[in-house]
């Protein structure tokens, strides 16, 4: 069968102090979806000064990853609530990227909203950087070792034995969900780009809940998929739970905008 498999999690080390290939690939993550941001903003979006983005983007970073870990560790709240100095752990992984999507809007539009900079045009042009972002930021799971799918003969990636989900122990490859939605998360970019940004009854917000939709739908397609979700509720993943609403609240919004500009 064709696989392929994580060389390991720590990049190499630094006078004893680790660094992750989780880490990196997070840090390359955040440059390359700000990168696709400022030039967006530079070639379509001339009424607004990319300059901007430096201030929105650094206060949605510091909120969307505090609330990207904050739900992560809900969602596995038996293990945290008993291990409290892992919460900060940010460094061997475990966020949740629908809680980033939350927390990075809310702390950038509050930012947006008190140096009086237009919300909903500025959704906009994070969403291609986000969405980049979250694309490259998946292989981060892959040198984790962590969401994967179901078993597999065929094409997979080598789950090392500690990491593998109680019950599959004596299987080693499994299907490699992280890149399944990292080259979906692309498919999403392409969308927003070349479809909804030359629609021609565009409106502000449009970019950003067509992203919410999209991605949304991703999830929605990944999670039956994977072994790994952090929690259900009966044998629903709560991912997918949360991806019916933001596909709810997206809809309405776009709705409202198109009854009432």
Sequence with gaps: MLAIASPDSVAFSVNGFKIYYYGICMALAVLCGFGLSYYITKKYYKEIDADILYDVVTVGLFTGFLCARLYYCLLNFDFYSANLSEILNFREGGISIQGGILGGFLGGAICAKIKKFPILKLADIASYG???????????NFFNSEAY???????????????RVQGYEQFSYFQPTFLYESLLNLLVLAILFFVVRKLKFRFDGLIFASYIILYSIVRLIIEPMRLDSALNVGSIHIATIASVVMIVIATIFIIFKKVRP
């Design 149 to 163: 799918g179901h078993q597999t003969n065929t094409f997979g990636v080598f789950i090392p034995l500690s990491a």
């Design 130 to 140: 986000m969405i980049l972002a979250q694309a490259i930021g998946r292989w981060g």
